[in-house]
Nanobody, 119 residues
Framework: QVQLVESGGGLVQAGGSLLLSCAAS????????MGWFRQAPGKEREFVAS????????IYADSVKGRFTISRDNAKYMVYLQMNSLKPEDTAIYYC????????????WGQGTQVTVSS
């Protein structure tokens, strides 16, 4: 298991940018696929983006494709989500999650960071 702590959320105007960071602890961090999810008020949690252990393969939800970029630095035990051209509908709590190699579920989650986009 890894422990995850997100940071970087805040209030931003539509069209603006934010960089979310996720600090991980755990000696096998580099073997995990990492992901970002979000949950808006009254809605279910949804997938945003993921990146494989090597960083060589990324997946994005259609709603963020072309605007958000996920990246990782295994040497620093960090995962990032660069969010550009933010829209009010991006308002949500954003969670960092880890999927251990060989498992299908994301088994480790952070506490979340609030992102609010004003119109």
């Amino acid at each position: 298991q890894v422990q995850l702590v997100e940071s970087g959320g805040g209030l931003v105007q539509a069209g603006g940018s934010l960089l979310l960071s996720c600090a991980a602890s755990g000696r096998t961090f580099s073997s995990y696929t990492m992901g970002w999810f979000r949950q808006a008020p009254g809605k279910e949690r949804e997938f945003v983006a993921s990146i494989t252990w090597s960083g060589g393969f990324t997946i994005y939800a259609d709603s963020v494709k072309g605007r958000f970029t996920i990246s990782r630095d295994n040497a620093k035990y960090m995962v990032y989500l660069q969010m550009n051209s933010l829209k009010p509908e991006d308002t949500a709590i954003y969670y960092c999650a880890a999927q251990q190699r060989g498992y299908t579920d994301f088994g480790s989650w952070g506490q979340g960071t609030q992102v609010t986009v004003s119109s």
